[in-house]
């Protein structure tokens, strides 16, 4: 019965450990905040940190953005690196934690409303900020210490949480009936 006990514990471990698989580049939600003469622009994108722990490799720009605490009511589903929307690099979309490096773009076509941000972004000349209307209309010098990024702490699963607390249990009640 023991046995038994501890291969459930393990295989209620394994199940899940299984139940939401980690590629080895996992994205990661993180908030950002930029704060230009002109307003605050704040929300969340999706990125892969990469080996040198500073460059982050955009996805995707989650939910609707906030200027000024308002929200722009629009969704920005094109993301692109300056370099690739205007044709003269194929880089990714790319943002760093220091602030030393922005090339992105996140854009809505059908709205036609957006924001950018670059910094040492090749082939680009200007290091600068600039927002559509909803997004202050301006357009100004960017400075990396106006630049905040975190990550956003992941919450579990409440399935995989279940079963590696089963999991648990089962191992706390094997190790108690061996000692009675």
Request: aromatic residues 12%; charged residues 10%.
């Amino acid at each position: 019965m023991k046995n038994f006990i501890v291969t459930a514990a393990l295989l209620a471990s394994a199940a899940a450990a299984q139940a939401t698989p980690v590629p080895l580049a996992s994205s990661t939600e993180y908030a950002f905040s930029y704060v230009s003469s002109f307003g605050t622009l704040t929300g969340s994108l999706m990125g892969v940190l990469q080996a040198d722990h500073n460059t982050i490799f955009i996805s995707s720009v989650l939910d609707f953005v906030k200027f000024n605490g308002v929200s722009g009511g629009v969704a920005l589903s094109f993301v692109s690196s300056i370099g690739s929307f205007y044709g003269f690099s194929t880089n990714a979309p790319t943002t760093s934690l220091d602030g030393s490096a922005q090339d992105f773009l996140a854009y809505s076509f059908s709205a036609n409303q957006g924001f950018l941000l670059t910094k040492n972004a090749g082939g680009y000349a200007n290091d600068i900020f600039s927002g559509s209307p909803i997004f202050g209309d301006r357009y100004e010098a960017y400075s990396a210490s106006n630049w905040s990024i975190n990550a956003v702490n992941a919450v579990p699963e409440p399935t995989s949480l279940l079963l590696a607390g089963l999991g648990l249990a089962a191992v706390g009640a094997s190790r108690r009936r061996a000692q009675a």
